[in-house]
């Protein structure tokens, strides 16, 4: 197995009380990996760290081979690696094109200390944008509402839009935070199909979802965790039939 993504040994601690206790976690390249467990499991804040929102404690990341761990979010967004949120961030007011159109792949003559771009290029590059934006609008069948403030979307809609954004940086892996939770059936279907093509394009995902039928249609490989650290890893029909998985869902 090859990994995009490889977490060993990660701990993280909040006021003394380890969150995660050393995480062993890796996703295959090409893989639509789901990452579940119970509440409190460590999912989202292993998904922070591994996103570079967290630094943690102790342990490694390593993406596509090369360590990042503690590397700064717009960094791995330009090494490849993007995630979206349980709630779409962002300005309000902002519509769905201005939103897309902040999340571009970083430019050289963007960087602080090198000169900005001027004239003829800044425009083409403001172009090549616009048109990336477009053009994932109509793949989300966002196009409708393209022009309209994030605010006034459904929820789905909004959870179309993080999926958008992160398109925006031209992922090689993206980390999803329950992109399905509280859509309605229609959309949540959408959004599955949407996943699965984004990944027969080449994208490895990795999901946090605590809908069980939707981890067996979607995720050839399956996470389990829980109090912190990795419980099982295998296929669906493995995890579930794992009785120390039972019991981490049934509680003590
Ligand atoms: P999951 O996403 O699997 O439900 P979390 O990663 O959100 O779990 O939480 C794991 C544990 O870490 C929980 O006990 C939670 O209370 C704690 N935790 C998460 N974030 C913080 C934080 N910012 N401050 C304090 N405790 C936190
Ligand atoms: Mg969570």
Redesign the pocket.
Known sequence: MTAALAVSGIT?H??G?A??GGVEFAVPAGSITGLI????????????VVSGL?KPDGGEVRFMGEAVTGAAPHRLAARGLTRTFQVARGFPKMSVFQHLMLYGPRQPGERLLQAPMWGAAARRREAELAERAWSIARRLRLSHVIDAPVTALSGGQKKLVEIGRTLMAEPRMILL?EPMAGVNPTLTAEIAAHLQALNAEGITLCL?EHDMALIRQLCGHVVV?AQ?RTLVTGSFDEVVANTEVQEAYLGR
């Open positions: 993280r909040f006021f009380v969150a995660l467990g119970p509440n409190g499991a460590g999912k989202s804040t292993l998904l922070n967290l935070d946090v965790m912190g």
